[in-house]
Structure formats: structure tokens, C-alpha cells
């Protein structure tokens, strides 16, 4: 210092402290530039590269471990034999097959994050409202879908034939038990966008579950299961629905008027964009039948930016990671 001249240093904070202070007006200036660029270096429309490892468990039925960006989700299915002589109320034949998994309760999902994936969900935690809601979510997209047939999962009986049997008769069919799929879902990492993570591993799983020869034994009067791996087969899942989840960013606020507010459309939201926005989308495409993804579900919440426009880009967005996904379900 020269005669009490000279400027004090300015003052100025690393980029990980100016995210930390003001997260929002850090997105913020990211989104403003010319060309936005999120800060994990993703463009407003870049997904995470998937990666899936099958058959990972030894001792599950199926097994998936699903890793977005730096999302980390493990899914094992346990198949039990659910007798049909428990089932207090069973269904009737006028029962459609759409309805029935859903009527008999043979898909169960439990999504778990208390694992200590990320700082809020720390090991030995009661099950949070997230982890609760992302079941849900599951089970209710499991039963929409109708990703499960349910021939797939039955056990049937062909009774021999007696004299009391008219010529025309056909064999008949009794149903003794069902296949009942407990679907576990654990977090081990988590970055932000845990369901479309959670619903990749799901499928996954399914896609790589083995079920016995399972067969009524008349005489111990009991259902036998075959050993024999070569005697086991798979779920017929022709048609996989994708899901995919957007984040909007917005400026508005009760002191700005609706017409000066800006938003972003955000794909594949990490842990950070999800603190700072308000509202997301989240698009499940399946096929239409002709190798096209449409549309069938869309899932809204919080916030009020988004417009039919932006809805609009989401779709189209949600059926190009629909592509994406085939290439890698079906060549992993």
C-alpha cells in the first residue's frame, strides 16, 4: 500500500463454492449463455450413458445392475410359489388376463435408499416418502404396462381322464399356483434422477429372470420345481416400456411478471438441477407396434412453467432415448 491508495484484493469464490451459495443463480448463468452448457457439462438435451450388467446376484432369480451418470441402482428378483388353495378370494373367470397380476398382488417392487447412496439417506433409516413414492410408481407402471403375461406365471394341472368323462370333453386344466416376482430395488449410489434409473434396472432384471419347471405332484400332493437350469425359461417381454424424466428450470417468481419468465428443459436432471427446479415431466415410450416409440404415460410434478411446447420437445426427446434404450437392452 502506497499512501492508502491502493485497491483492496476483490473478492471472488471457486466454482464449487459459488454452487454451494447460490445454486440457483449458478444454473442460472450456466443456461444464459449462447450456448447452454449444464454445469456437469451435459447440453440441455443430453442423456447419461447407460450401462447394464445382468446376472450379477447368484442367488436371485434375475438380477441388473444399472448405472446413469453417476446413478447407481441394483435390482434382484426372488420368485416364490404362491399356492392357489391360499389365495382367500380368488378370481373368477370372468376375470380379463390384463387384470389378473394385478388382482392377485404377483408383482411386489420395493425400492430401498437407505443404503447410504447419498447424504440424505443414510444406512439404517426408516423408508423415506422418496423411496416409498419411487414403489409405487413402480408397481403402478408394472400393472399399466402389463410388461408381465400372466401364462408366464401360472402352474397348471392337466387331470387325467376318467370314465365319468363325456367323449367330447376336453382334458381339464386346474390351476394350483401362481409365481409370485419380489422385485428388490437398492440405491448404492445416488446422483439425481433415481426412478428412470430404478424402472432400467427393473427391466433389466425381468429381462434376465429364469423360472423353474414347476409342476403338481399328484400323489405328494405338493407343487415340485425341476433343478435342472436347462428346464428353466424366461418372462416374455416383447414390448419394453422406457421411461424418461426432464427437469424445468425457471426464473419466474410473484414479483416478476408471467411473460419475462424464462425456462429450461432439462433431460436426465442429476442430483444438484433436481435441488434447484421445481417441476419435472417424466415420459414412458413403448412401441407401437410398427418399431416406432409412442407415448403412453406422461407423469407431472410441481411447478407450473412448462407450457405444450416444452411438452412437446419432452416427447420427442423421451421417444430418441427410447431408441437408445433398445440398442442397449436388447444387445446387452
Not at 402389463?146 to 402352474?155: A, E
Not at 428443459?265 to 414412458?284: K, Y
Request: charge should be negative; aromatic fraction near 6%.
Amino acid at each position: 500500500m502506497v499512501n492508502g491508495t491502493a485497491k483492496p484484493p476483490g473478492l471472488a469464490f471457486s466454482r464449487e463454492t459459488f454452487a454451494k451459495l447460490t445454486p440457483a443463480p449458478f444454473l442460472h448463468a450456466h443456461l444464459q449463455q449462447p450456448e447452454p452448457i449444464r454445469p456437469n457439462g451435459r447440453s440441455l438435451d443430453a442423456f447419461s450413458t447407460p450401462t447394464i450388467h445382468t446376472g450379477s446376484l447368484s442367488h436371485s432369480n434375475g438380477s441388473a445392475v444399472v448405472r446413469l451418470g453417476d446413478t447407481a441402482v441394483v435390482c434382484g428378483v426372488r420368485a416364490e410359489i404362491l399356492l392357489a388353495s391360499d389365495i382367500p378370494h380368488p378370481p373368477g373367470d370372468d376375470i380379463s388376463e390384463d387384470d389378473l397380476v394385478e388382482r392377485l398382488g404377483l408383482l411386489v417392487p420395493n425400492v430401498e435408499l437407505s443404503t447410504g447412496c447419498s447424504p440424505d439417506h443414510l444406512p439404517g433409516s426408516p423408508p423415506s416418502t422418496v423411496a416409498q413414492a419411487l414403489s409405487y410408481r413402480i408397481l403402478s407402471l408394472l400393472h399399466t404396462s402389463n410388461l408381465i403375461k400372466p401364462g408366464d406365471l401360472r402352474i397348471q394341472y392337466t387331470e387325467p381322464a376318467t370314465e365319468d368323462d363325456l367323449p367330447d370333453e376336453g382334458p381339464k386344466i386346474v390351476m394350483k399356483a401362481f409365481w409370485a416376482l419380489y422385485i428388490d430395488v437398492l440405491c448404492i449410489a445416488l446422483d439425481g434422477n433415481p426412478f428412470d434409473a430404478a424402472w432400467a434396472a427393473v427391466i433389466s432384471a425381468l429381462k434376465s429372470t429364469r423360472l423353474p419347471r414347476a409342476w403338481w405332484d399328484p400323489d405328494r400332493e405338493m407343487i415340485m420345481c425341476s433343478p435342472l437350469a436347462a428346464e428353466t425359461h424366461g418372462l416374455r417381454l416383447d414390448d419394453i416400456p422406457v421411461a424418461s424424466t426432464f427437469a424445468v428450470f425457471g426464473t419466474g417468481s410473484a414479483l416478476k411478471q408471467r411473460s419475462e419468465a424464462e425456462s429450461w428443459v432439462l433431460a436426465d436432471p442429476d442430483g444438484f438441477e433436481e435441488d434447484v427446479c421445481n417441476e419435472t415431466v417424466t415420459a414412458v415410450v413403448r412401441s407401437d407396434g410398427g418399431g416406432v416409440g409412442s407415448v403412453t404415460r406422461l407423469e407431472k410434478s410441481g411447478g407450473g412453467a412448462i407450457g405444450k411446447a416444452a411438452m412437446g420437445r419432452c416427447s420427442h426427446m423421451a421417444q430418441q432415448r427410447w431408441r437408445e434404450w433398445q440398442g442397449v437392452l436388447h444387445g446387452g
